[in-house]
């Protein structure tokens, strides 16, 4: 099984940027779909790109696209989502998942393994 631990969340401005990371750890990463989904207080856990085992296919949420690029290394154990032109809607806690089945799924709970979450808070 995959251990995920997330990291690089932070206060930013609004129209700033961050970058946060998911390392990877204790079976053969590229094994593995990844994605990233959100959680605003109050509200479900939402999708909001995923990468394929490769790399070579990835996909957004509408409200993300132009913005967020997801990007992951193989070598490294790492995926990445890096976050510009950041939204007060943006503001969420941030969880890094993983998944071995052949279809991307944008469902949460069709993702089997998960990280902690790291929060994003974007002030005016």
């Known amino acids: 099984q995959v251990q995920l631990v997330e990291s690089g969340g932070g206060l930013a401005q609004a129209g700033g940027s961050l970058i946060i990371s998911c390392a990877a750890s204790g079976d053969t990463f590229k094994n593995y779909n990844m994605a990233w989904f959100r959680q605003a207080p109050g509200k479900e856990r939402k999708f909001v790109a995923s990468?394929?085992?490769?790399?070579?296919?990835?996909e957004y949420v509408d409200s993300v696209k132009g913005r967020f690029t997801i990007s992951r290394d193989n070598a490294k154990n790492m995926v990445y989502l890096q976050v510009d032109n950041l939204e007060i809607e943006d503001t969420a806690v941030y969880y890094c998942?993983?998944?071995?089945?052949?279809?991307?799924?944008?469902?949460?709970?069709?993702?089997?393994?998960w990280g902690q979450g790291t929060q994003v808070t974007v002030s005016s």
């Open positions: 998942a993983a998944d071995t089945t052949i279809l991307i799924s944008r469902r949460a709970n069709a993702w089997d393994f």
């Open positions: 990468v394929s085992r490769n790399g070579a296919s990835t």
